[in-house]
């Protein structure tokens, strides 16, 4: 298991930015993909952006493509989330997420995601 915690989150007005940070610990980091979800007021969470274990692909899903940009730094345990031009659509609890697997192909299925942090809050106003 691992035990994954988000930062970062806070109000920004439309055409902000801001910058998502989850710090793990307790299983070797860069053996697994990483991705960021979503879950907005009464919808279900949704799929953002994923990136392989030695940060060579990345994966986004169409809303944010050109707008958000997921790194990591496995000599820090971290994964990031920078997110640019934001919407008020945006508004979300952001979660971060370790692949379940070591064998990861870019699904944006949450099922595929065996660990969750718990979420930090963005809110972005018109």
């Known amino acids: 298991q691992v035990q994954l915690v988000e930062s970062g989150g806070g109000l920004v007005q439309a055409g902000g930015s801001l910058r998502l940070s989850c710090a793990a610990s307790?299983?070797?980091?860069?053996?697994?993909?990483m991705g960021w979800f979503r879950q907005a007021p009464g919808k279900e969470r949704e799929f953002v952006a994923a990136?392989?274990?030695?940060?060579?692909?990345?994966y986004y899903t169409d809303s944010v493509k050109g707008r958000f940009t997921i790194s990591r730094d496995n000599a820090k345990n971290r994964v990031y989330l920078q997110m640019n031009s934001l919407k008020p659509e945006d508004t979300a609890v952001y979660y971060c997420?370790?692949?379940?697997?070591?064998?990861?192909?870019?699904?944006?299925?949450?099922?595929?995601?065996?660990?969750w942090g718990q979420g930090t809050q963005v809110t972005v106003s018109s």
């Open positions: 997420a370790a692949a379940r697997y070591l064998f990861y192909s870019g699904s944006s299925s949450d099922a595929d995601f065996g660990s």
């Open positions: 307790g299983r070797t980091f860069s053996s697994y993909a």
């Open positions: 990136i392989s274990r030695n940060g060579g692909s990345a």
